[in-house]
């Protein structure tokens, strides 16, 4: 006797937002490859149609009209007997809009799963847009039970505002669990994913399938790196990250339940995930916004090298160009390196020294600085002049303007607002400045599947191994007033990403006066980071939708121990209160 079988096509695609026709085209290009595969099953993310995260754009009646008007379209299509489809898509339901998934089959909308959790932290703010939906049970598929929790209805633990979703699908029948994701990179994310989708099997017995977007979203990349994994936690699949893929993936019922042994893609993970996670997040951020390329002030620096290797690497060279705007700070050996890297690349590269400029804003200036010392003013000039050349560039060819600080720089405010902060979009936004030495090591000898510069070593060692200098002044290197970047960074780590008390991190081993020095530069810098480039995020906190600290705020950490709370001092009227309101 054959065993019974069920074809599942999944489709990991990069979406638009806002673009409805053309994601119900991609949709409709993914369901005739599935036809022609046999399938059962076309499987579409998490709110395909409109494109995630689509923010308050969602919100606008037209979108929510444009979208059911594509989603009734598609189900119209389904009649022709060929596969079923999962698609994503804002929904409107007596007067609540959700999060939903569309089950299109035979001709019409066959069934509708709201999403019953939604996310609230970090990048997620769907609380505000959304209404909670109930968890419901399965939907039926050729006969088969499938369930269809949404993307957060895996992720959160058990509380008082947690619907068990899994646990709702497990008790009502379902017999595979398919989950629509619009789960954005960081570092180590695969490793949660799949600690996730573990417990979920581990606790109802079904087999998984993980379906995620892929594709730049502004500040967001989503990395695909979709997974199954079978009801005794063996990986029944594993699509490639960082590319778009349509795969079907044959299903058997045998004694233990539904299994399927597909292929297994190598999963890229660590720096590697952070260099292909920037490319992809440059490249879509011009592709979707219509720019025909990029430039970028090409310094003879290591930042500078790193963002025109991901540029090239995005969008290819003839799409890149490098200018070097030397002034009298500037050693022949970046004017060498810079040359040097431009060659390497292969893109177009000019010299357009900037000593008229500067000396005229200087003459301009002569009086109202009279009997001033030279400062830091006049080297911001220098950076103010490149930037305004840079952007005269970009006005006059439609290029766009790439800026190239690193996380280090923009933490302690080591930029010049309106100078070098200059740009559409910083690739290495969120890269610390070891990591910047660490990816330019690698990308010497590896590059992403699918990177469009060239193979080897593009970047010249010396660039790398060369102290970092801003050459705003004689003899400068970035040492001069920064701790070593190894230190600083690990306490910038903790600071940002992990929120650590400043006695905690003192008494981790590190300097009081260094901690303390970098805390509050981290903290009056927060003005121009709010007037930043957008830029790829891969940690787990970046400077934008992770962190919102107020531009005007006083507080400020002492560094001595934190007292611990006297809950003598709390009333039993006011405890009583308390106990009741959390009830």
């Keep these: 006797m054959t065993e019974p079988q069920f074809k599942i096509t999944l489709a990991q695609l990069n979406p638009i937002v806002g673009d409805v026709e053309g994601n119900a085209a991609k949709a409709r290009a993914a369901r005739a490859r599935a036809k022609a595969d046999g399938a059962d ?23 929510q009209s444009a979208c059911r008007t594509a ?44 999403k019953a959790n939604l996310p609230n932290y970090g990048v997620f703010d769907e609380k505000r847009l959304f209404a909670r939906g109930p968890a419901a049970g399965p939907v039926t598929i050729r006969g088969v039970r499938v369930g269809v929790p949404i993307c957060e209805d895996i992720w959160l633990e058990e509380s008082e505002d947690y619907e068990n979703v899994v646990e709702c699908l497990a008790e009502t029948g379902a017999e595979i669990l398919v989950v ?42 989503f ?29 058997r019922k045998t004694d233990a339940g539904w299994r399927c042994d597909g292929p297994v893609a190598p999963v890229v993970d660590g ?69 040097k890297l431009s060659k390497a690349l292969g893109i177009r590269y000019e010299v357009l020294p900037i000593a008229p400029a500067v000396n ?14 030279r400062d830091i003013t006049e080297e911001n000039l220098q950076a103010r002049t490149r930037g305004t050349l840079l952007m005269a560039i970009s006005n006059k060819t439609g290029a766009m303007v790439v800026t190239t600080g690193n ?60 102290p970092p200098t801003a050459e705003l002044r004689e003899n400068q290197t970035d040492q001069d007033s920064l701790p070593p970047y190894d230190m600083l960074d690990a306490i910038l780590e903790r600071l940002v990403e992990r929120e650590e008390p400043l006695a905690d991190i003192i008494a981790a081993g590190f300097d009081a006066a260094v901690v303390t020095r970098i805390d509050r530069l981290l903290n009056i810098a927060e003005y121009k980071r709010r007037q930043a480039a957008p830029g790829v995020k891969v940690t787990q906190k970046n400077f934008g939708r992770d962190r919102r600290y107020p531009i005007t705020n006083r507080f400020r950490d002492t560094g001595k121990a934190l007292p611990q709370p006297d809950d003598a001092l709390l009333s039993r009227a006011a405890r009583g209160s308390a106990e009741a309101f959390e009830g």
């Design 41 to 63: 099953l076309l499987v579409l993310p998490e709110l395909f149609i409109c494109g995630y995260p689509p923010e308050d754009l969602v919100l606008k009646p037209a979108l």
């Design 180 to 221: 629509p994701n619009g789960s954005p990179y960081a570092r180590d994310k695969n490793d949660l994913r799949l600690s996730i989708a573990v417990a979920r099997v581990t606790e109802s017995g079904l087999p998984l399938v993980y379906l995620n977007q892929i594709g730049g979203q502004d500040e967001l990349v």
């Design 360 to 373: 005229g804003f200087e003459e301009i200036l002569s009086k109202t600085f009279a009997g001033l010392p």
């Design 71 to 114: 989603v009734e379209t598609l189900a119209r299509e389904t009649g022709d007997g060929g596969p079923a489809v999962l698609i994503g898509s804002p929904w409107v339901d007596d007067g609540k809009l959700y999060n939903a998934c569309a089950l299109l089959d035979g001709g019409r909308i066959a069934a509708i799963r709201y």
């Design 271 to 339: 720096d590697k995930g952070d260099y292909a996670a920037c490319v992809l997040g440059l490249r879509d951020y011009v592709g979707k916004n219509g720019f025909p390329g990029v430039l970028l002030g090409v310094s003879g620096g290591i930042d500078s090298a790193l963002c025109a290797a991901i540029a090239v690497d995005a969008l290819g060279a003839d799409r890149v160009r490098g200018v070097m705007l030397p002034f009298r700070f500037t050693a022949q050996v970046s004017l060498d390196d810079a040359a």
């Design 407 to 466: 996380k280090s720089e923009m933490s302690v405010g080591y930029a010049t607002i309106y100078g070098d902060m200059n740009g559409g979009f910083n690739p290495i936004k969120d890269i610390y400045k070891t990591e910047v030495f660490r990816l330019s090591t690698l990308r010497n000898s590896w590059k992403p599947d699918g990177a469009l510069g060239p193979s080897g070593e593009v970047i010249p060692v010396h660039i790398i191994t060369r």
């Design 223 to 251: 990395d695909g790196a979709s997974f199954a994994l079978n009801g005794d936690l063996s990986v029944a699949a594993q699509l490639p990250a960082f590319e778009e893929n349509i795969t079907t993936l044959r299903w």
